[in-house]
């Protein structure tokens, strides 16, 4: 028996109302370029409109004309999507709370997620929004999942209850020793100005 092995997110298809709608949230609201639009391939009544979410990957919706926004909350079933996350950059984050606020649109506040922070918000059919920005850049040559990974590990060692920002520092340290190559035979910590 063999892994089929997942390289990555290819989409994500959501099924979406009125094709206007779609375009103002995830253009208009969320800034991704509207790329295409075909008719949905499984189902000629819809249309299927393609974003880019940023990272050349795509968002898409099924949409029809004949339905409508409904804003009550999208089930959270077992086995239902409790929500969809969307990384922004720092700059970006720091105004969330404002641009969100200049349209009315109600959101959760600032959340502090130890490794990132992250708000929430509903789209026009109730479903939830994740705005998250890592309080990090990995080493060159890693991802952030390979710093989360050694930041879980730390964490686990230690016996804390989350990460936090000193095990992401201290995995980060941690990857880049093990990684680079040096000329020194002694990596530790060294005090230069001999105040100790």
């Not at 995830?26 to 639009?37: A, C, N, R, V, Y």
């Not at 968002?59 to 086995?79: A, C, H, L, Q």
């Not at 105004?95 to 600032?110: A, F, M, P, Y």
């Amino acid at each position: 028996m063999r892994k089929l092995q997942a390289q990555g997110v290819h989409h994500i298809t959501l099924v979406g109302a009125d094709r206007q709608t779609s375009i103002d949230f995830w253009e208009g609201i969320l800034g991704m370029p509207f790329i295409f639009e075909q008719p949905n391939l499984d189902r000629a009544s819809e249309s299927h409109l393609y974003f880019d979410p940023g990272d050349g990957r795509l968002i898409t919706v099924f949409t029809d004309e004949n339905r409508r926004p409904d804003p009550k909350r999208t089930s959270t079933d077992v086995g239902c999507v409790h929500h969809i996350a969307f990384a922004v950059s720092r700059a970006t984050f720091l105004q969330t709370v404002e641009r969100l606020n200049e349209r009315e649109i109600k959101h959760s506040g600032v959340k502090d997620r130890g490794f990132m922070d992250s708000i929430y918000f509903e789209d026009p059919l109730g479903l939830l929004v994740e705005l998250a920005s890592y309080r990090f850049e990995p080493p060159a040559g890693h991802s952030h999942a390979d710093v989360l990974m050694e930041a879980h590990n730390i964490r686990l060692a230690r016996g804390d209850y989350a990460i936090a920002e000193v095990h992401l520092a201290d995995a980060i340290e941690a990857l880049v020793e093990s990684t680079r190559p040096t000329l020194s035979a002694d990596r530790t910590p060294k005090d230069p100005y001999g105040s100790s």
